[in-house]
């Protein structure tokens, strides 16, 4: 599956204008409340939905109305609401896609997707265009595509692909359609039963008991030795029910008695369904976890940390404020998201920030040694330096995006 390099957000509710690079496994938001960490998660989540035609799901799922999409900090509010994500595979093949998705309307105004191999040229493999319709190369260009309205990606719709150049529009979509936010996750929904589905469990864990019954015995033993370095439990149990309802409960290792969902304890159900994750074997590009210490207890960070990066099989993007799990991870890894004095959000890698480069300091400790104070002016010392791709020089991926990625040695 594709990965993510890099991802360029406009103009969604209090991101202005940043642009993020991302690990290939690991990547941790931190910053103080409110600045915008969640936010990031909820692009990837608008993404997602604009690629499964479910924008609808979206507002509904998080109360929200398309107005909340303006951003706050933007005299801009007729503009719409842009990403631009580089995405690339072992091969050298590298994809950029580009959205552009009208808040008054609730259509898409502009979708683009690029192709580039490894020292060829970009080729542009379609455009649509809420004036023009749909473009493609001559060969599949007609009236009809011309006069066509979307409001989510037309690569719902159709495929393209050429096996000379070797591009196919459906990497892509697969990719936005394998995002797996888990940005609402709830321990209430968790514990709940849930009729038998081979689905995902959902963004606040809605079928979490269906999905572990979906995973044969195997890979539920692989869930119980990860959980068991956290906690003493024996088994996960999962009884049929009728109409296809399925229960779940766990025998405590220590007393050997069952325990049912409604009494596992939060931290417990958290940690079972981060073990979960790479049972998926593939099936998700990249999970959005929120406050993904949450419920955990201190100790059990590190290995926390350790399994995210190298057990969950695809990029992981988590928001925390914990210090400890900081600490544990790489400064590639690590991303401070911050508000300026015009309340704008944009993120930043701490390896870029003088305050994260002492030596005998990890980065939670220097973290936590630093008033946000010395933190904002460490920030606004960088992104003073010319040399440093703050998002507001990102226009238009024919330019200044490209030009970004091609600095960053990406493209």
Known sequence: ???????????????????????????????PNGTGKSTILQAFSFIRAFASGEMGKLFEERHWLPDDLKPK????????????????DPRGRSYVWQIRWNVNTERTQQERLWYKKNGEEIVQIFSFDSRRGL???????????KTMRSSSSVMGLFEFSDEGEGYDSDEVHKWAMSILSL???????????????????????????????????????NIVKRVRR???????????????WVEMSITDALGGFQVGSNHISDGVLRMIAFAALPEAKGQFSIVLIDEVEDGIEPHHIKDLVEDLRSQVGCQV???????????????????????????????????????????YLGIGEAWLNTSNRA???????????????IGDRVKDWRGEVEEFFISQGIL
């Open 317 to 359: 993007l988590a928001t925390s404020h914990s210090p400890i799990l900081a600490n544990f991870a790489n400064a590639e890894e690590v991303k401070m998201v911050w508000r300026n004095d015009e309340a704008n959000i944009f993120a930043i890698s701490v390896k870029d920030l003088e305050i994260f480069k002492d030596e």
């Open 73 to 88: 900090g933007s005299k801009a509010k007729s503009a719409p609401v842009a990403f631009d994500l580089l995405l690339s």
């Open 230 to 244: 956290f906690y003493p439990i024996g088994d996960i149990h999962l009884k049929k029910k009728r109409a296809g």
């Open 135 to 145: 473009e493609v190369d001559d060969d599949h260009s007609s009236d009809i595509l």
């Open 1 to 31: 599956m594709l990965e993510l390099k890099a991802i360029g957000i406009r103009r969604f509710k209090g991101i202005v204008d940043t642009v993020l690079e991302l690990d290939e496994n690991l990547n941790l938001l931190i910053g």
């Open 375 to 389: 933190i904002g002016k460490s920030i606004n010392k960088v992104r003073g330096a010319s040399n440093y791709p």
């Open 183 to 221: 940005e609402l996750l709830s321990t209430s929904e968790l514990r709940r039963n849930s009729r038998t589905s081979e689905e995902p469990f959902g963004l606040r864990g809605e079928r979490f008991s269906s999905y572990l019954n979906s995973l044969g015995d195997e890979a539920r033993d």
